[in-house]
């Protein structure tokens, strides 16, 4: 693949008329100023009276077309009604109107050939205009005219304007760029949408003992362990050690609920008669409706639940059945967490479930729209390609879906949406997909990714609007492709500066996350379940979110091993050590007087600061407030976006890609497996060459003492002894500047061999003479 320019990955900072050009400073002063006016001729149908009927039968069947130019929408027809309501809204956009008339024509629908009945001319320089907030406009009832536009019996309520997207009837209305597009599913599919998460809580199942357990076999000691499931999620406690009738664990098991609860938590108490089979000797449900709702670390009231030996489905006739097996458990709704559904590193809300526990909110953001530019063709549809794409943005628990632009490589939104902050420290991520489901057909297939964004609101500064053309990149098993370039604009407002500031010194996450933490497996495990249950609940929604869309704004399957993410990973490392190892480059040449007239300069500060101690953390500090300083010159100007070559994708190898990629558990040939088996052995032998070599490192530190070898503490331990007779006796500045001329002493001075103390360290033992 031939690698593109990186100028073609690169941010772009642009100039759009945002809100029709009405500025005042650095404030945009209408509503929806934050993207491009786009002007729509608007036609509200609302019902029609004293409609003709047929000559025979009397009735009618209408509906009504209203057509411009070469764009033509129609109602739903109703069957035998002479006076029908539609109260539908058809929206044109000027750019492509290229007629001077507006034909509105009320028809009747027939099975060979729909018959004409009335219609309606608009002169388009007679229509007016309308901006919000001005009230919506009044339908008026309009005379029918026949083809020789002579008066027709019946009348037509119409509400006919010029307005923009601002418009109340905007996101409802049928659009004349989706023309193409039939059947109710498709035009709901292409409709702009506005989706909320749902509301996700830890249930903790503190599973504590059970009571007079009854087991077939009496004759064996029973090995008894709990299964709790809900829903999709399945857990089970270890075996009870002490092997009675009266089991005890003391162990919890977490799940993640949604509300509204669906499912109730089933027990079960099952013994363990062979290797593999399990008895069960009691279940019982327990509706999560009931369950105490906890908002601080203090334990809510345990309870015994009785077992019965089947669950009773809700609806079936309860028996009676005398069962005195019982299970203590402690079961509670945390509310005190916040359940991730996102990584960690780009999270879009960090608050607790539980409403009450949020603190106000610190500001608003508000995100612009407005078009993309440059989209690589996704499907093929009547022999060409086509793209229908969309966008997706996600901050909180706020999902906004734009409408879909049919069939468009540079498809204009202009769509504004905002979100109260209550953490500078979020991520709003931005999505652009190609609908493959306008006309119903296929529910399986899958909306195709176009490219993502992400942006760190604590990286922008507050009451600026931000507008850049950020690249769509996605990566595919030939290497990174760039999709396309998406145009957005960003503000974000803060209402409380006094507040924004506090919250950088509060805890990232809830209180709970360090007072009772969850371990890191749990954390992986209920977020894969998060997930899963969020992208369950949003393709539900009428029209749905799909779930591949879902899954790919929180970024499922990051986790997964990849060669390229682990080099970008090191390279990072390398990068952050990269000031230390400068330093420590510079030290060496001061110590090697490289620079004469600078090491001189090195030797009068150390005896300045060993003088005068005061004034190291004082100088220390002015060094880092100097730095700031300086470095605000230069300080970002444009939002962050993704780094091709931080992320090793412009140069990663093919075969590197294609494993990325690959299916887990594996999917490729057992000789492919092999050879990625073999090139991971041989890296993680060099990790584990390194881990060894810190290991003796530190083992030879912990050896100082140990008398493991007992020359070497004995010598360590003397040398410990006359250190402190000689610091006790000698002022500490003269052994700093002893210790610091030494260090400096100019390479005439100095041995090519290593230190003393460096071979001392050397020959100390460490722990790999034990090592298999």
Known sequence: MQRPPPEDFALKETNPRLGGGKVTGDKLTSTYDLVEQMQYLYVRVVKAKDLPGKDVTGSLDPYVEVRLGNYKGTTRHFEKKLNPEWNQVFAFSKDRIQASVLEVTVKDKDLVKDDFVGRVFFDLNEIPKRVPPDSPLAPQWYRLEDRKNDKAKGELMLAVWMGTQADEAFSEAWHSDAAAVSGTDGLANIRSKVYLSPKLWYLRVNVIEAQDLLPTDKSRFPEVFVKAILGNQALRTRVSMNKTINPMWNEDLMFVAAEPFEDPLVLSVEDRVAPNKDEVLGMCAVPLQYVDRRLDHKPVNSRWYNLEKQVVVEGEKKKEVKFASKIHMRICLEGGYHVLDESTHYSSDLRPTAKVLWKSSIGVLELGILNAHGLSPMKTKDGRATTDAYCVAKYGQKWVRTRTIIDSFAPKWNEQYTWEVFDPCTVVTVGVFDNCHLHGGDKSGRDSRIGKVRIRLSTLETDRVYTHSYPLLVLHPSGVKKMGEIHLAVRFTCSSLVNMMHMYSQPLLPKMHYIYPLTISQLDSLRHQATQIV??????????????????????????????????????????????????????????????????????????????????????????????????????????????????????????????????????????????????????????????????????????????????????????????????????????????????????????????PLNFFRRLPAKTDCML
Request: hydrophobic share 45%.
């Open 535 to 756: 992208s369950l609940r949003l393709s539900r929604a009428e029209p749905s979110l799909r779930k591949e869309v879902v899954e790919y704004m929180l970024d499922v399957g990051s986790h997964m091993w990849s060669m390229r993410r682990s080099k970008a990973n090191f390279f990072r490392i390398m990068s952050v050590f990269s000031g230390m190892i400068a330093v420590g480059k510079w030290f060496d040449q001061i110590c090697n007087w490289k620079n004469p007239i600078t090491t001189v300069l090195i030797h009068i500060l150390f005896v300045i600061l060993v003088l005068y101690p005061e004034l190291i953390l004082p100088t220390v500090f002015l060094y880092l407030f100097l730095i700031g300083v300086w470095y605000y010159r230069w300080r970002p100007r444009h939002p962050p976006h993704m780094d091709t070559r931080l992320s090793c994708a412009d140069n990663a190898h093919p075969d590197e890609l294609d494993e990325e990629f690959d299916s887990f558990p594996t999917s490729r040939p057992a000789d492919v497996v092999r050879m990625r088996y073999d090139r991971l052995r041989s890296i993680a032998g060099r990790i584990q060459t390194v881990v060894g070599d810190l290991a003796t490192q530190g083992e030879r530190l912990q050896s100082l003492l140990s008398w493991r070898d007992p020359r070497a503490t004995a010598l360590f331990v003397i040398f410990c002894l006359a250190a402190a007779v000689v610091l006790y006796v000698t002022p500490f500045q003269a052994v700093a500047l002893v210790a610091v001329f030494y260090v400096l002493r100019h390479p005439r001075f100095r041995h090519k061999l290593p230190s003393v």
